[in-house]
């Protein structure tokens, strides 16, 4: 069984910055991409960061060059450095990693982190 868990969700004003970090555990042979999204209410979720075994980033165009993945794949970790936030980036932001654990590749999703930025 694999479990995915977020950290480091919080409230901050605009223009702060916050740091996500999200820690897979239990049986892994292999993670393949890893990644972020998002949810605020009443909307869908929405990719806001990717980033591939080889380190290969993707972001949405909301938060080019404010925010910076990364990945520890020897801790199988992944970190989300959000910088000059804003109020519409306020949402429930959860982390998945393309787990190979011997018997199936799948996608894994964290619980969820809450970000509340206040104007």
Do not use: H
């Given at each position: 069984?694999?479990?995915?868990?977020?950290?480091?969700?919080?409230?901050?004003?605009?223009?702060?910055?916050l740091r996500l970090s999200c820690r897979a555990s239990?049986t892994i042979f292999s993670i393949n991409g890893m990644?972020?999204?998002?949810?605020?209410?009443?909307?869908?979720?929405?990719?806001?960061?990717?980033?591939?075994?080889?380190?290969?980033?993707?972001?949405?165009?909301?938060?080019?060059?404010?925010?910076?993945?990364?990945?520890?794949?020897?801790?199988?970790?992944?970190?989300?450095?959000?910088?000059?936030?804003?109020?519409?980036?306020?949402?429930?932001?959860?982390?998945?990693?393309?787990?190979?654990?011997?018997?199936?590749?799948?996608?894994?999703?964290?619980?969820?982190?809450?970000?509340?930025?206040?104007s």
């Open positions: 069984q694999v479990q995915l868990v977020e950290s480091g969700g919080g409230l901050v004003q605009a223009g702060g910055s239990g990644g972020w999204y998002r949810q605020a209410p009443g909307e869908q979720r929405g990719l806001v960061a990717s980033i591939s075994y080889n380190n290969s980033p993707r972001y949405a165009d909301s938060v080019k060059g404010r925010f910076t993945i990364s990945r520890d794949n020897a801790k199988n970790m992944i970190y989300l450095q959000m910088n000059d936030l804003k109020p519409e980036d306020t949402a429930v932001y959860y982390c998945y990693a393309e787990i190979n654990n011997g018997w199936r590749l799948g996608t894994d999703w964290g619980q969820g982190t809450q970000v509340t930025v206040s």
